[in-house]
């Protein structure tokens, strides 16, 4: 319902608007369409009273594309310098299989199909990759300004302290005795990133803002290798059309985690979580 109906009428008396709005895993469903994904946001941001927060989970496209770039590389490679007469369509490791519907080397904003399968499980998820550029303009259409998107790895990184005791009781496949990631569950979490979004409260000082960035009237065609969207500003700006100048480069800082750090203090977790 979220996806396309419009919520501010049908949800009216339910108590809205609110604090929060969390979406674990359904983000990358409305990546079909730029119609979808915009309608899911315009809905996302009516629910949310100003200074309200929109965060979740979603497949991190940005390490996903970068794998599946290696396969491309290593096809070319293979065929001598030349064009391979076949694209590889399929990202393996022992924990997982990504299967494109769609053999290509250009990452489109919207409708960029996949399956993904575990290896222990029977049925394959199908999702569409979420252009993070195309999510942060489309947010701020919506009145949602951009604070943070980070992997899944870094922001477990970065609140071990929280989380390390929780994964140790889980079981011993999944960190160290020092509550380190181990490799095949680095590997499977970062497949995954946090993302986080703020309508803006006009009373609040100074309000949070996505960066401004310089206005294209006519864009190139924009591909997306590995995670360096992360440092390119003017991609945030890109036309409907799905095309996009070269890039800018900014340099971030190394301690840094996820685009703009680590995000607001206030959402981070002060003390260890406790599960006894």
């Given at each position: 319902?979220?996806?396309q109906e419009?919520l501010?009428?049908?949800?009216?008396?339910?108590?809205l608007?609110?604090?929060?709005?969390?979406?674990?895993q359904h983000l990358?469903?409305?990546?079909?369409?730029?119609?979808?994904?915009?309608?899911?946001?315009?809905?996302?941001?009516?629910?949310?009273r100003?200074?309200g927060?929109?965060?979740?989970?979603t497949?991190?496209?940005?390490?996903?594309?970068a794998?599946?770039q290696?396969?491309v590389?290593?096809?070319?490679n293979?065929?001598?310098g030349?064009?391979?007469n076949?694209?590889?369509?399929?990202?393996?490791?022992?924990?997982?299989?990504?299967?494109?519907?769609v053999?290509?080397?250009?990452f489109p904003?919207?409708?960029?199909?996949?399956?993904?399968?575990?290896?222990?499980?029977l049925a394959?998820e199908?999702?569409?990759?979420?252009?993070f550029?195309?999510?942060?303009r489309?947010?701020?259409?919506?009145?949602l300004?951009?604070v943070?998107?980070q992997?899944l790895?870094e922001?477990?990184?970065?609140?071990?302290?929280?989380f390390?005791?929780?994964?140790?009781n889980?079981?011993p496949t999944f960190?160290?005795?020092?509550?380190?990631l181990?490799?095949?569950?680095?590997d499977v979490?970062?497949?995954y990133?946090?993302?986080?979004?703020?309508?803006p409260?006009p009373?609040?000082?100074?309000?949070i803002m996505?960066?401004?960035?310089?206005?294209?009237?006519?864009l190139?065609e924009?591909?997306?290798h590995?995670s360096?969207?992360?440092h390119?500003?003017?991609?945030m700006?890109?036309?409907r059309?799905?095309?996009?100048?070269?890039?800018?480069?900014?340099?971030?800082?190394?301690?840094?985690?996820?685009?703009l750090g680590?995000?607001p203090?206030?959402?981070?977790?002060?003390?260890?979580?406790?599960?006894?």
């Amino acid at each position: 319902m979220i996806l396309q109906e419009n919520l501010g009428f049908l949800l009216q008396d339910k108590g809205l608007p609110a604090d929060i709005v969390c979406c674990l895993q359904h983000l990358q469903l409305c990546f079909e369409t730029e119609e979808r994904a915009r309608s899911f946001l315009y809905n996302v941001s009516s629910m949310l009273r100003p200074g309200g927060y929109f965060f979740g989970i979603t497949p991190d496209s940005s390490t996903i594309w970068a794998k599946y770039q290696k396969n491309v590389e290593a096809s070319h490679n293979k065929a001598g310098g030349m064009r391979p007469n076949q694209v590889p369509n399929c990202i393996r490791s022992e924990s997982y299989m990504i299967t494109f519907e769609v053999e290509e080397e250009k990452f489109p904003l919207f409708g960029k199909k996949y399956q993904l399968k575990y290896a222990n499980d029977l049925a394959c998820e199908s999702h569409c990759l979420v252009h993070f550029p195309s999510l942060i303009r489309l947010s701020r259409e919506a009145g949602l300004e951009f604070v943070e998107i980070q992997n899944l790895t870094e922001f477990y990184d970065d609140n071990r302290a929280q989380f390390a005791g929780m994964l140790l009781n889980a079981g011993p496949t999944f960190v160290d005795n020092r509550g380190r990631l181990l490799p095949r569950s680095l590997d499977v979490l970062g497949l995954y990133t946090t993302f986080i979004f703020q309508k803006p409260d006009p009373d609040a000082i100074p309000p949070i803002m996505t960066p401004a960035l310089e206005d294209r009237s006519r864009l190139q065609e924009e591909e997306l290798h590995g995670s360096s969207w992360r440092h390119q500003v003017s991609a945030m700006d890109e036309e409907r059309n799905g095309h996009a100048e070269p890039p800018t480069i900014v340099i971030i800082p190394d301690q840094s985690k996820g685009i703009l750090g680590p995000g607001p203090p206030e959402l981070r977790f002060p003390e260890p979580l406790r599960f006894d």
